[in-house]
């Protein structure tokens, strides 16, 4: 069994749409995470939420928009994307603040 | 601005050999992160040393921490094809912030 999935794992859309990265993780973790890795592999930590309280809002535009439904799930909802956007999006989950992260296999989305 | 900084950027050596990766941070830290991805994939949770550790081992790696220098090194003994990858520190714990803040990562090839 997978215990961090992401879906989908490629986005190929227009500029100025919306679209939706959904998380789901087994592990019964309380913690989970956005990252972005850009072209350079930089990766960079967007949100964190513990027990579905957003911890972690690093500075990301706010037509980011991350929801919590509950402690295994964590979605990404972006609106109005922009060509910047392009990038590879992991979610991750770790038992606790600054334990070992487990990720998933990342979004490629890619913004034409 | 990023926190760990992985020295080399890319290191390409034979099967066999070992290989030495470095990375180095600005300010305090709990604990000290190493991260494998393989081309297209999520990242993968290595071994994570604590600050008041100075040596690590698992299996063929073995990892250093030296905070008076603010330093790690992660070394991969007799190296084999499939440890060919990006190689990534991540620091936790740092001024207060729970969170893991990566570095660039050091791409590592391994010639059969």
């Known amino acids: 069994d997978t215990a961090v999935s992401q879906t989908p794992k490629y986005l190929v859309t227009q500029m100025g749409n919306d679209k939706s990265i959904k998380c789901e993780q087994n592990l019964g973790h309380d913690t989970m995470y956005w990252y972005k890795q850009d072209s350079k592999k930089f990766l960079k930590i967007m949100f964190s939420?513990?027990?579905?309280?957003?911890?972690i809002n690093e500075t990301v535009p706010n037509r980011f928009s991350p929801k919590s439904p509950d402690k295994a799930h964590l979605n990404l909802h972006i609106n109005s994307l922009e060509l910047g956007d392009s990038a590879v999006y992991f979610c991750?989950?770790?038992?606790?603040?600054?334990?070992?992260?487990?990720f998933g296999s990342g979004t490629q989305l890619s913004v034409l | 601005s990023q926190q760990g900084e992985e020295d080399p950027q890319a290191l390409s050596i034979q099967e066999g050999e070992n290989a030495t990766m470095n990375c180095s941070y600005k300010t305090s830290i709990n604990n000290l992160q190493w991260y494998r991805q393989n081309s297209g994939r999520g990242l993968v949770h290595l071994i994570l040393i604590r600050s008041n550790e100075r040596e690590k081992h698992s299996g063929r790696l073995r990892v250093t921490l030296d905070t008076s220098k603010k330093s790690s090194s992660l070394l991969i003994t007799a190296s084999r094809a499939a440890d060919t990858a990006s190689y990534f520190c991540a620091t936790g714990g740092f001024q207060g912030a729970q969170k893991l803040v990566f570095g660039q990562g050091t791409r590592l090839t391994i010639n059969p």
């Open positions: 991750a989950s770790s038992q606790g603040w600054g334990e070992k992260l487990f």
């Open positions: 939420y513990n027990n579905k309280e957003l911890i």
